[in-house]
């Protein structure tokens, strides 16, 4: 008999601490409670601790972006540069045919009056003199060949750049040098380039032989900087 009412009031005992809500934290042996004894879509964001999740407790790729629509947006950036730069697309006659502006041909592959060790005149005749409209002392400028496969220039009827052999897929090859005309440094020779508004552009051929009427590259100029 004592045994049954021991029994009981420890029965009834237990069931009354868990009506009480006076189950703790210290009841609970550490990590014994699973993800099975919680159940689903019961917990609350109020039953995590602020800051306390990390990446290692979120699996790979769980997360979607209407997880993150009610988080607070931070503050605008800085905004960032405006776009700087300019460029022209010169065809094989040295004209341009396109650009973003400013760009004139001063002299494209001139013929210039003779001199004592120029007869013909061609000392500057395998360069395009570009007038860029600014002081370019403080820019950059790049050129580079443009490709032209539906131009034979050899005359091989070969113009997908497949030719096997060195210097055979001119439409696509080729050499180029660009630089600002400065007196002493780059002495420009067609009258008013000698400045530094002025750009002079040399393609050649991709064996370095200056290029020739029929053999003439596209190019594209870019300054940079504003």
């Avoid at 045994?3 to 009506?19: E, F, K, P, R, Y």
């Avoid at 960032?80 to 010169?90: H, I, M, N, S, T």
């Avoid at 045919?97 to 013909?120: E, K, R």
Wanted: aromatic share 4%; proline share 5%; with cysteine.
């Amino acid at each position: 008999m004592a045994v049954s009412i021991l029994a009981l009031v420890i029965a009834t005992s237990g069931t009354s601490v868990a009506a009480a809500g006076l189950l703790g934290s210290d009841d609970i042996r550490n990590d014994s409670i699973k993800s099975v004894d919680v159940k689903d879509q019961n917990l609350k964001g109020r039953d995590i601790k602020n800051s306390s999740l990390g990446s290692m407790d979120v699996r790979d790729g769980s997360l979607k972006a209407r997880d993150f629509a009610k988080l607070p947006t931070g503050p605008a950036g800085p905004a960032g540069p405006a776009g700087v730069g300019r460029w022209a697309l010169v065809d094989a006659s040295g004209a341009i045919i396109a650009q973003s502006g400013g760009f004139t041909v001063t002299a494209g592959y001139p013929v210039l009056a003779p001199t004592a060790t120029d007869a013909a005149g061609v000392r500057a005749n395998g360069n395009v003199y570009i007038n860029a409209g600014e002081d370019l002392s403080n820019n950059g400028i790049v050129a580079t060949i443009a490709l032209q496969n539906t131009a034979d220039q050899n005359g091989d009827t070969i113009t997908n750049g497949r030719a096997d052999g060195p210097d055979l897929n001119p439409e696509f090859s080729g050499e180029i040098a660009v630089a600002m005309c400065q007196p002493g440094v780059v002495n420009c020779a067609p009258p008013g380039t000698g400045n530094t508004n002025h750009l002079v552009v040399s393609p050649r051929l991709s064996d370095g032989k200056v290029t020739t009427d029929g053999n003439r590259k596209r190019f594209y100029v870019v300054v940079t900087g504003s």
